[in-house]
């Protein structure tokens, strides 16, 4: 093992232990700090082999996560395991893998975000608080159905 892929791997190694990784944002990672595309092939055997990389597993814990805490809907989890190198197919089981008593459905994600969000909107005028509640659904990706739903909900509450 060359002295670049000794240093390549440490620094891998310091990288996954922040946090879990793609594959892809390894490989960028690494490539960002100059080493050629043999010692990060090299690099990144070596990590799959220890079982420190692996896509799926990746995909399924980060897309618990980001419903969890960021409250984002399905399609945009989909979108932000695609945006971190992660490949359709394991995307889209790390998508269908979410099951709706661990996480809740989109209609139950989306009213839980829409009431923590509607605390902080409660000194506006009425209107101006849905349409910024309305936007805020927007950007975690929920669609219109599943807004009006959740707007429906929380009138009655």
Same mark, same amino acid.
């Given at each position: ?67 969890? /805490?960021?409250?984002?809907? =399905? &399609?945009? +989890?989909? *979108?932000?395991? @695609? #945006? ?41 005028? /009425?209107?101006?608080?849905? =349409? &910024?509640? +309305?936007? *805020?659904?927007? @950007? #975690? ?17």
């Amino acid at each position: 093992m060359s002295a670049d892929e000794k240093r390549a791997r440490e620094l891998s190694y310091r990288y996954l232990a922040i946090r879990p990784r793609s594959k892809a944002e390894v490989v960028r990672y690494l490539g960002g700090k100059g080493f050629t595309e043999d010692i990060v092939s090299a690099v990144i055997l070596t990590l799959e082999g220890y079982g420190y990389l692996d896509d799926a597993k990746f995909a399924s814990g980060w897309a618990r996560q980001l419903v969890g /805490t960021k409250g984002l809907s =399905r &399609r945009a +989890v989909g *979108y932000e395991l @695609r #945006r971190k190198g992660i490949s359709e197919i394991n995307a889209d089981a790390a998508v269908e893998g979410l099951s709706d008593d661990e996480t809740g459905s989109d209609d139950e994600v989306a009213l839980r975000v829409a009431r923590k969000k509607a605390e902080s909107l409660a000194g506006l005028e /009425t209107e101006k608080a849905r =349409r &910024r509640l +309305v936007s *805020y659904l927007q @950007r #975690r990706g929920f669609s219109y159905g599943v807004i009006s739903g959740a707007l429906r909900a929380l009138n009655k509450e």
